[in-house]
């Protein structure tokens, strides 16, 4: 599949970046290596403890 622009990060500017750019048509392909998006707006758990 071709894409016209790939976007490393699935946090806020990741996210808003590749909205900005399907708004101009654009094919975007969003590469995160977490399981959640949202980069440090999410949280995770460690030891019964939130993050």
Do not use: P, W
């Not at 699935?10 to 900005?20: K, P, Q, Y």
């Not at 048509?25 to 995160?32: N, P």
């Not at 980069?39 to 019964?48: E, K, W």
């Amino acid at each position: 599949m071709d894409y016209d622009a790939i976007i490393i990060g699935a946090g806020m500017s990741g996210l808003a970046a590749g909205v900005r750019l399907t708004c101009f048509d654009k094919r975007v392909c969003i590469v995160e290596r977490h399981e959640q998006f949202g980069g440090l707006n999410s949280f995770y758990r460690l030891d019964g403890r939130q993050f």
